[in-house]
């Protein structure tokens, strides 16, 4: 089956534009998550949706993050006004999401990711 | 707060020798623990996790983890390195769903033949 996808893989934009990257969950995932991994670092999360439940928004660095999700299906995570600090790679990550049993942390299964470079 | 310190930034290992990577963990309760591998132009991907019971964790690709309380360690090995584990290696603590996690800033892996 299909894993998680994201689009576009790399983005090039000026400082001050708007961005939108889309993520594409494994199907039946209830859960979803947003990361962001700077150059040399690890993942620092940022938002996480489960279910109809609302999103957990509290590792969003700023108001100009922001990210919606569709059902249980596609999420976009959009940045306002973009500032060379934004540059990393956003990835996006699925599990089957907390309704069900569970007995044990679950597997993330993570996207490809989307680098961003603002110049 | 939880962290996570993965002390070593680059290791270096001949192909076929055996592998040990570090990671210390602060965490105020029975830790969740994750070991995840990032090969060049792909994703991350789980390797193992530790969550409670036997210390010592299996998991793919050849890799096992040992769960220390006394030093807050979940450290990596692998006893044969192969040069297709040449990556980036990341470990992270978190709650039971692991959207949650806090990770370190990784490791990465050189093989040489």
């Known amino acids: 089956g299909a894993g998680v996808s994201q689009s576009p893989s790399n983005k090039v934009t000026e400082k001050g534009k708007d961005v939108e990257l889309r993520c594409d969950p494994i199907?039946?995932?209830?859960?979803l998550y947003w990361y962001r991994q700077r150059l040399g670092q690890g993942l620092e999360f940022l938002i996480y949706?489960?279910?109809?439940?609302?999103?957990?928004k509290s590792g969003l660095p700023s108001d100009r993050f922001s990210a919606e999700r569709t059902g249980e299906s596609v999420s976009t995570l959009t940045i306002q006004r973009t500032q060379q600090e934004d540059s990393a790679v956003y990835l996006c990550?699925?599990?089957?999401?907390?309704?069900?049993?569970?007995?044990?942390?679950?597997?993330?299964?993570f996207g490809p990711g989307t680098r961003l470079l603002v110049l | 707060a939880q962290s996570v310190t993965q002390p070593d930034i680059h290791i270096t290992v001949s192909e076929g020798a055996s592998l040990e990577l570090r990671c210390n963990y602060s965490?105020?309760?029975?830790?969740?623990l994750f070991w995840y591998v990032q090969s060049p132009g792909q994703g991350l991907q789980l390797l193992l996790k530790?969550?409670?019971?036997?210390?010592l964790v299996q998991g793919i690709k050849g890799f096992e983890a040992e769960f220390k309380r006394s030093q807050s360690s979940f450290n990596l090995r692998k006893p044969s390195v192969h040069w297709s584990d040449a990556a980036e290696y990341f470990c992270?603590?978190?709650?039971?769903?692991?959207?949650?996690?806090?990770f370190g800033d990784g490791t990465t892996l050189t093989v040489k033949p």
């Open positions: 965490y105020g309760a029975t830790p969740y």
């Open positions: 992270a603590v978190g709650a039971t769903n692991a959207g949650k996690s806090t």
């Open positions: 949706f489960q279910g109809n439940s609302a999103p957990d």
């Open positions: 530790y969550f409670s019971g036997d210390t």
């Open positions: 990550a699925s599990s089957l999401g907390r309704g069900r049993l569970v007995r044990s942390p679950e597997t993330q299964y």
């Open positions: 199907s039946g995932h209830t859960a």
